[in-house]
């Protein structure tokens, strides 16, 4: 009987060293990532990713090209909504350790080829990092610890509006770390929550009738040889939430006379200044393609001049029959 025992002991011996565990992997999260507006949001360390290596005397384990990766989990909702993964993105922060490997190099985000560029998220496997050669492998050492934390970042737009609610969408990732073969060493799952608070719209653009009509006259030769000016006090004001562009084109690229005569709409030059700062805003010269003579972050009231003028000098006007030429511009404001 007792040699059946001691026939026993050394058997359950041997299973527990044939398994040996190089690599231990934990991972959790850092609290919620809240957006308040169409401006998106950032939050600073959501996610931390810890690797422990121990030295097991697996002298047959190759760890010399790992790699790290990362995939949603079902789906990022909030039980009514479903929102798009690859409109949150994670960022590398920062990397802490506790030891270096056998060759006593560094651990750092370029030393273990980390991936510290905006990493989508995505339902298929996502590297943090590929084929790493800093080798992980300890055979005269006996322990290293690695903890990476990321920060999530979502992306700005009016899109946002459709998916806020009161209710915190669930984020949870799957996090495995693999050998150069492919052979899974170690798997977490991490979850954080993302609350989009409701967003609501408020933005518009009004211009002063008084800017609506614009009248540039050759009406001397002094007009011709130094070109002509018209400027609009307050123009227009804008009011906006979120961050916003003004764009603006004509309909067609000529200005047409009275007896079918026309002139290039881009000979006349707009340029838009903040009314209270003189800030330049933007300068264009007119054409049927939309320009952009704006883009603002979120305001209260603003108020803008215009300016429309001729390049001193311009062929263009020379010897053109007298009369009025017109044509129509549209102003067109957009949040971003």
Known sequence: MSKFLLALFFLMCSFAVAQPQQIGLNAWGGGEVVVNGYEGATSSKIMYVQMHIRDTNAKNTSMDRWSLTYRVNGTITNGSKTFPPDRLKLRFNDLTHNGTNDANVTPTASSLMLNTGLLPLAYSNSFFVQNSTYNLNLLTKYYMQ?????????DSGVYLAQYSSGNAYNVSLTIEVRDKNGVLKGSEVVTFAMRIV???SNYGMIFDPAAQNISLEFNSANAYVNGVSKTFTQAFSTVSSTGYTVKVSALSNNLTGSSNTVLPVNAIKLTVRDNATQA???????????????SNAAHTTRFFDTTYSTQPGDVRFYNKPFGQYSGTLVFEMAPL
């Open 198 to 200: 409701p967003i609501y």
């Open 146 to 154: 690695l903890t990476l934390s990321y920060d999530a970042l979502v």
């Open 280 to 294: 330049l805003k933007g300068a264009v010269n007119l054409s049927s393609t939309k320009q952009t003579v704006i």
